[in-house]
């Protein structure tokens, strides 16, 4: 079965860092997907990590340690805009599994 | 827009009704995902289609759900006899066969079964 765990909920002040952590434990994995939603709205991709390391975008970069099945996301320099849900979803083979999301809330 | 499109956006229906939803792919995707997702959770995988073909169902879907995709282009997914459990948003996504590139969802359907 699939088990990806990640907070339900985060505040944090406009111009800070934020990190979302997200644990899997799965049957299988061919790479971990981060995807931003926004309330009443389709998920977006955000990044992809299929290799341990550091991914950076811009002011979002995403984690991978695939021995501990763990992995971060990383939101620099928060903007209102940034208030969102945080989706980790693990894909293994052609199917992609989700956590509950991490929704983030960012204050001025 | 070229992106990926479900018709509609809003339904609602009394229980027992049956509804269908529709959703329109990128063109040149193969691959065909339909999910669920309810207030506060994450999207839950209900059905994939790789062309025509529907590889695999959830155990979620209960016989009252049934999926198409029937020249491996657009997709329908229908509910039978509605429940209020049912009420939900229903997503649709789509990707390329090339290794595990992202998948794109559509805006949804939003379901309430009064």
């Known amino acids: 079965g699939q088990n990806i765990d990640q907070p339900t909920e985060m505040t944090a002040t406009e111009g800070a860092i934020v990190q979302i952590n997200c644990t899997y434990q799965?049957?299988?994995?061919?790479?971990l997907f981060w995807y931003q939603q926004h309330a009443g709205e389709a998920p977006t991709f955000l990044s992809y990590?299929?290799?341990?390391g550091l991914e950076e975008k811009g002011r979002f970069s995403s984690f991978l340690s695939r021995s501990k099945g763990y992995s971060y996301l990383l939101l620099k320099e928060l903007q209102m805009k940034d208030s969102a849900s945080y989706l980790c979803?693990?894909?293994?083979?052609?199917?992609?599994?989700f956590g509950a999301g991490t929704t983030v809330t960012v204050r001025a | 827009d070229t992106g990926v499109s479900q018709d509609p956006r809003h339904k609602i229906t009394k229980r027992g009704q049956n509804v269908t939803f529709r959703c329109d792919p990128i063109s040149e995707h193969n691959r065909l995902y339909w999910y669920r997702q309810t207030l506060g959770q994450g999207p839950e995988f209900l059905t994939y289609f790789q062309n025509e073909a529907q590889l695999e169902k959830s155990r979620l879907l209960s016989d009252r759900f049934s999926a198409e995709r029937p020249k491996g282009s657009f997709s329908t997914l229908e509910i039978q006899r509605t429940e209020q459990g049912d009420s939900a948003m229903y997503l649709c996504?789509?990707?390329?066969?090339?290794?595990?590139?992202?998948?794109?969802f559509g805006q949804g359907t939003r379901l309430t079964v009064v």
């Open positions: 979803a693990v894909i293994f083979d052609y199917k992609l599994s």
């Open positions: 996504a789509s990707s390329s066969r090339d290794t595990n590139t992202e998948a794109f």
């Open positions: 990590n299929v290799l341990d």
């Open positions: 799965t049957s299988g994995f061919n790479g």
